[in-house]
């Protein structure tokens, strides 16, 4: 297998690229049974498609396929840059070292990373491959915006390859304390390859912090305001952007009549007097045990009456050869199972469990209709689902029980917040929302509509871009 992320010679021609793990498209069948790509549902797609298209822009990612190796093409305005990952890299780089190592350390060690230095070589050669093919198609002083913790070496490896660029890096996920970070074998190569970047975006001020100290105890650079000293007397910067979403696409979604249609469908099929839901990818961080508890313990003790209420949890297959990743679907079914054989009754669970990814209205749809949100992760980057909950309740009332512990708390402060650890705690939370006053709901919501309203996914996008330097038009 060669290095070269691409074949053939292609001369720098984009002015913005961005770098993730994953393509913005995914893979679909249509009917007639022929292969396509349709672009990626998520907000960054959308917030950077304007900018894309007008700046004749590259996405630079994984197709999603380990062995595959695929040309260059263009979806939808935007040139895809498809970078091969082998089977065996699929294993250490994604599954291993982002998954398995990274993703649990960052997450406040929630569950125990593993340190593996073959995993560590893959990480390398794969970030390698990305920062090379970023070099490759991005014209003479040209902006290339790296994103997460899949990625942290690319900032440093493109600098030395090509220092006519601008950089920006964004971690998606929580940045952590210095006692944690240095767990990490190679965390001063990790830091190293961060401060490549003019910019390393966060997605709260405690992120930057974390970050700046250790850059500063372990790599000895100055750094004063949220800027840093490279050794080569070069300047650098590291803040907070917390993400969003775009809300407005999600309230118009909402509205559609056939959203309202659905909503109005699934209430009926539930048939319960008070919904509850739950969506999370099926990830330890969500603190889906400790929720599904809580609930289970509300039915059993009767403050949830099993007859009138129903908890609907949807969790998207996610990583499912990881072994925490086993081992925590396994103990999901398990404890949903029990509740229901303890509670139910024929024709009537008291949680409805769904394992399986859907379209987003199918999602709006279902936001529509609960009662009460629930997202309880016991470590979360942000939490996207909290501020989608919010921007789909287009008539001002519902309720969000949200984690203290997801960056999204900072901004949603009206929400009714929960320790996740603390379980008695939690339930009660639950009950109070459920049980508050539609006068009380409806001065909450408005204001948890107000913040995610004032700052979407394009104010994310402009801000850290035009303090990138780059020229942005608002939309
Ligand atoms: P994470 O990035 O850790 O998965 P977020 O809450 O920030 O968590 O983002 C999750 C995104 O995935 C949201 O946009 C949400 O709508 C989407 N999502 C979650 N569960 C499902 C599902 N079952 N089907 C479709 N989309 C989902
Ligand atoms: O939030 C972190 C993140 O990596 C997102 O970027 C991504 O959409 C999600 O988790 C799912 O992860 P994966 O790409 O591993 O399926």
Redesign the pocket.
Known sequence: MTNNPRSGDVAPHASFVVVANRLAVERITDDEGDLGWRTS???LVTALEPIMKAKEGAWVGWHGSPDEELEPFEHDGIEMIPVRLSEEEFAEFYEGMSNATLWPLYHDSVAFPEYHREWWDAYVSVNQRFAEAAAEVTEEGGTVWVQDYQLQLVPRMLREMRPDLKIGFFL?IPFPPQELFQQLPWRTEILKGLTGADIVGFQVPGGAANFLRLIRDRLGYETKRGEFVRDDGSRGRAAAYPIS?DANAFQDLANHPDTVARAEQIREDLDAEIMFLG???L?Y?KGLRQRIRAFGELFQSGQLDPEKAVFLQ???P?RERVDEYRRLRDDIELLVGRINGDMGQIGRSPINYLH?????Q??AALYRAADVMVVTPLR???????K?YVACRTSGDGALVLSEFAGAARELKQAWQVNPYDINGMKQRILDAASATPTEKRRRMRALRRQVFTHDINNWAESFLSDLGVEVESK
């Not at 399986?356 to 987003?360: F, H, K, L, Q, V």
Request: net charge negative.
């Open positions: 549902p998520g907000g998606h979403i969506v999370d990818r990830d961080t949807v969790a998207t996610s399986s990814g859907y379209p987003r199918e999602m979360d980057g942000m939490n996207l689902v909290a989608e």
